[in-house]
C-alpha cells in the first residue's frame, strides 16, 4: 500500500515563502497524476494544485495561481508545492494525495500545517 | 465553478441506523463524484468514486448513488466508527471542488 509523508510546513509570516514536499513510497509514482488539497483550521476541503505524471499539465484553484507553484521529482517520487508571498488565509493543513485515476483523491498523505502569522 | 452542496449540515444518529446524506451540485457533473470521510486530526478516506463505486477495503454498508446533479451517501447501518465527517467532491471540471461537509454524531 502507498504512503504519502508530506513535510516544510511551519510557521511563517505574511509574505514569506515554504516549500512543501510530499515523498511516496511507491516505484509507480510516475505513472499518476498527483495533488496538493488543503484545510484551514475547522473548516472544509479545498483543492489547491494537481500536476499531470511528467509535470507538463497543471492547475491551481484561482485563489493560489501566480503565488503557488506544484512541480515533481519522478526520480525521487516526490511532489513540491512552492508557496510564495503567503497570506493569513492560506492558514491550513496542506495534504498531498494521489489521483489514481478520473480525479479523486487516493490515499492522502498525513499533512503538513502552514501557520502564516504576524 | 461548480459549486457543490450537502445536506444536512449536522446529523445526529444512533448505532444501527441507516443514514443518508445529500450532495447537490450546481450543474450536471455526470457520474464524476467521489465521497470522503474524515475523522478529527485524520486526513480524509477516500469511501466512494464515481458516484457508485466502492473503494477497495471500504465496508459494504456504504454505498452511492446518482447522477448528474443530485448524489446520495448511504450508511445502511451505523457502526461506532462511523462518526466522523462526510465530503463530497467533482472532477467534472476544474477547479475541483468540495461539499462543505456533514457531520455525522452520535445521538
Known amino acids: 500500500e502507498v504512503q504519502l509523508v508530506e513535510s516544510g510546513g511551519g510557521f511563517v509570516q505574511p509574505g514569506g515563502s515554504l516549500r512543501l514536499s510530499c515523498v511516496a513510497s511507491?516505484?509507480?509514482?510516475?505513472?499518476?497524476?498527483m495533488s496538493w488539497v488543503r484545510q484551514a483550521p475547522g473548516k472544509g476541503l479545498e483543492w489547491v494544485a494537481n500536476?499531470?505524471?511528467?509535470?507538463?499539465?497543471?492547475h491551481y484553484v484561482d485563489s493560489v495561481k501566480g503565488r503557488f507553484t506544484i512541480s515533481r521529482d519522478n526520480v525521487k517520487n516526490s511532489l513540491f508545492l512552492q508557496i510564495n508571498s503567503l497570506r493569513g488565509e492560506d492558514t491550513a493543513v496542506y495534504y498531498c494525495?494521489?489521483?489514481?485515476?478520473?480525479?479523486?483523491?487516493?490515499?492522502w498523505g498525513q499533512g503538513t500545517l502552514v501557520t502564516v502569522s504576524s | 465553478d461548480i459549486q457543490m452542496t450537502q445536506s444536512p449540515s449536522t446529523l445526529s444518529a444512533s448505532l444501527g441506523d441507516r443514514v443518508t446524506i445529500t450532495c447537490r451540485a450546481s450543474q450536471s457533473i455526470s457520474n464524476w463524484l467521489a465521497w470522503y470521510q474524515q475523522k478529527p486530526g485524520k486526513a480524509p478516506k477516500l469511501l466512494i468514486y464515481?458516484?457508485?463505486s466502492l473503494q477497495s477495503g471500504v465496508p459494504s454498508r456504504f454505498s452511492g448513488s446518482g447522477s448528474g446533479t443530485e448524489f446520495t451517501l448511504t450508511i445502511s447501518s451505523l457502526q461506532p466508527g462511523d462518526f466522523a465527517t462526510y465530503y463530497c467532491?467533482?472532477?467534472?471540471?476544474?477547479?475541483?471542488?468540495f461539499g462543505p461537509g456533514t457531520k455525522v454524531e452520535i445521538k
Open positions: 511507491e516505484v509507480t509514482f510516475s505513472r499518476y497524476w
Open positions: 464515481k458516484a457508485s
Open positions: 500536476i499531470n505524471q511528467d509535470g507538463s499539465e497543471k
Open positions: 467532491q467533482q472532477h467534472s471540471a476544474y477547479p475541483i471542488t
Open positions: 494525495a494521489r489521483v489514481p485515476t478520473s480525479g479523486w483523491f487516493d490515499p
